[in-house]
């Protein structure tokens, strides 16, 4: 079953933070998140596990909460780099080895 | 390094023709995924391989789409015959590992096909 991700879309400007959730019917394994720019591939940004802890690089990191089966990703102090669609992708602990991606947040940053 | 390769980058064909998309991963990758995505929704997985054999192609329309790995390296994804529902940008992706949870995917520019 597919994730489903909120907002569908942000718009903010230079400096602002923003918060991307992910949530899955089904018990997760690990939780994946992309970037894919406009008419590009998708770009890898980080993977969470079960038990692991918050990842972050820079300023954009990210949590998972087993329990409720989510995943938020945190941008903060956004860039004008940062625009363009953030997908999740989520591993359910029944099925591993099978990644199922989001529906998609497109994220605009304005200077 | 180079990337994932993949051609054509855009093909235009008319419903009820064949189509062909290759694929070239990363260099010793040994799992390759191929994804379709329609324009506004996420990714979706049609078939992946762990080297030579298939993992997961529950997704894959059987009817009309057909893929193979060659040697485990090369791939490609073929369609006959194509049907209008099926215009879409095909991905290709390769990660080193064989476990999903620990490796990230490497994804190709993609072929945008457009079926008519």
């Known amino acids: 079953q597919q994730p489903v991700q909120s907002p569908q879309a942000v718009i903010l400007r230079e400096g602002e933070d923003a918060v991307i959730n992910c949530s899955s019917s089904k018990a997760l394994y690990s939780v994946h998140w992309y970037r894919q720019k406009h008419g590009e591939a998708p770009v890898f940004l980080m993977i969470l596990l079960k038990g692991g802890e918050q990842k972050g690089h820079e300023k954009i990191s990210a949590s998972f909460n087993e329990k409720k089966q989510q995943s938020s990703l945190y941008l903060t102090a956004s860039q004008l780099s940062y625009s363009g669609t953030y997908f999740c992708g989520t591993e359910s602990s029944y099925n591993t080895d099978k990644l199922i991606f989001g529906t998609g947040t497109r994220l605009q940053v304005f200077p | 390094e180079a990337g994932v390769a993949q051609s054509p980058r855009y093909k235009i064909i008319e419903k009820r023709q064949s189509v062909a998309f290759w694929c070239n991963p990363i260099?010793?990758?040994?799992?390759l995924y191929w994804y379709q995505q329609i324009l506004g929704q996420g990714p979706k997985l049609l078939i992946q391989?762990?080297?030579?054999?298939?993992?997961?192609d529950s997704q894959l329309p059987k009817d009309r789409f057909s893929a193979e790995r060659l040697k485990g390296v090369d791939s490609t994804l073929k369609i006959q015959p194509a049907k209008l529902e099926d215009s879409a940008v095909y991905l290709c992706a390769s990660s080193p590992g064989t476990a999903s949870s620990y490796n990230e995917q490497f994804f190709g520019p993609g072929t945008r096909l457009t079926v008519l």
């Open positions: 260099s010793g990758h040994a799992t």
């Open positions: 391989f762990q080297n030579n054999g298939v993992v997961d």
